[in-house]
């Protein structure tokens, strides 16, 4: 195992493992922690398992964290949950940045400040309202029976 951490990079080590695996098998973190021979609370843990996430995607197999175990790769039917709660993590962040918009002290900003402000909230205004629109289409999409299927839109 020495050579081959000489030989190759940790996370393309973890990918190999990784792509060698079965749709819902897991891998724990001790597991982990011996094929890249690092510490599973590291900084160096998380960037390589980070890395190989990214990889592994682009190469058809995605894992998903399974809290206090390891990683779990994620079954095809799977990917579409996963991506709409990916798109409402980003919402959230998105709405956090409104609310700081919305809330920032305007009446304390120069006439500068004033103005980009005003030039950016507009537009978030419209962001916002595309993205919770986008986030709720998406979540119905995502459900078997939506109604907005074009199978199960009724008409006459």
Sequence with gaps: MET???NKKKYEILVEHILSMNYGDTITHTEISGIIQEEHDSNKYRAIVNK???ILLK???AIESIKD???RVIDPDCYTNK?????????RRLQNGYDTLQYAP????????????RDVSDRAKILYAAMAG???ELTMLS??????????VGRR
């Design 106 to 117: 305007t009446d304390k900003m120069s006439n500068e400040g004033r103005k980009v402000h």
């Design 69 to 71: 175990v390891g990683y």
């Design 83 to 91: 991506s709409v709660k990916q798109f409402k993590q980003g919402f």
């Design 59 to 61: 190469e058809g197999k």
């Design 52 to 54: 190989a996430k990214k």
């Design 143 to 152: 459900k078997k029976n939506s109604p907005l299927l074009p199978e199960n």
């Design 4 to 6: 081959l951490i000489d």
């Design 134 to 136: 986008g986030c709720t």
